[in-house]
């Protein structure tokens, strides 16, 4: 158990819907990332933030977005959903900066039909 | 651009045989290089890592080799048990400013060890 959690673990969605998926970092960590994996595209990192501020961009869609709360958990917001976005999205959290080590949470898996 | 190649991408290897999957990236800023292993409906957990500044880590059974000027990274699994069964992702992080820190992954490695 890496201490990340992630809720739902399971989501089933039609197409054109909105979801919330959250993420709750190991404690003492600053920093969360979220990922997609899909079979095509492998481990995809979308985007960071860092006490609550967004560092990093990766190849997130428009349709997607994130923030980070006060409290540090984290929500990844996915609407217009596609049948191309159906994947597994993990949540990964690290200390802060310096500190390098990830660590994922058992993820979410999203089913758009 | 960022670009982390893998190979193999299976991997079949009796019980107490050794293991090696190779991967190699094209940012030479990376200067963090993670291995992950990821069971069946599980996340990936990071099993050993490998810093710029060091060309060799060992952890028990698990090693993993780094040659900067080749771009190239290894993980290494001796005495395989048919627990280590799982796909393993390598991955590379540059570290920017600002503390960007993102993860260029591998494709995966899917690693059977048969009894």
């Known amino acids: 158990d890496s201490g990340v959690t992630q809720t739902p673990k399971h989501l089933i969605t039609a197409t054109g819907q909105r979801v919330t998926l959250r993420c709750s970092p190991r404690s003492g960590d600053l920093s969360v990332y979220w990922y997609q994996q899909s079979l095509d595209q492998g481990l995809q990192f979308l985007i960071q933030?860092?006490?609550?501020?967004?560092?990093a961009k990766g190849n997130i869609l428009e349709r997607f977005s994130a923030q980070q709360f006060p409290d540090l958990h984290s929500e990844l917001n996915l609407s217009s959903l596609e049948l191309g976005d159906s994947a597994l999205y993990f949540c990964?959290?690290?200390?802060?900066?310096?500190?390098?080590?990830?660590?994922f949470g058992p993820g979410t898996r999203l089913t758009v039909t | 651009g960022e670009n982390v190649e893998q190979h193999p991408s299976t991997l079949s290897v009796q019980e107490g045989d050794s293991a090696v999957i190779k991967c190699t990236y094209s940012?030479?800023?990376?200067?963090?290089f993670p291995w992950y292993k990821q069971e069946l409906g599980k996340g990936p957990q990071l099993i050993i890592d490998i810093r710029s500044n060091v060309g060799e880590k060992k952890d028990q059974r698990i090693a993993v080799t780094l040659n900067k000027t080749a771009k190239h990274f290894s993980l290494h699994i001796t005495e395989t048990q048919p627990e280590d069964s799982a796909v393993y992702f390598c991955?590379?992080?540059?570290?920017?400013?600002?503390?960007?820190?993102?993860?260029?992954f591998g494709a995966g490695t899917r690693l059977a060890v048969h009894p």
């Open positions: 990964a959290s690290s200390v802060g900066t310096t500190q390098r080590e990830q660590y």
């Open positions: 933030y860092y006490n609550g501020e967004e560092r």
């Open positions: 940012d030479s800023a990376s200067n963090y």
């Open positions: 991955a590379a992080s540059p570290l920017l400013s600002g503390g960007y820190n993102k993860l260029i």
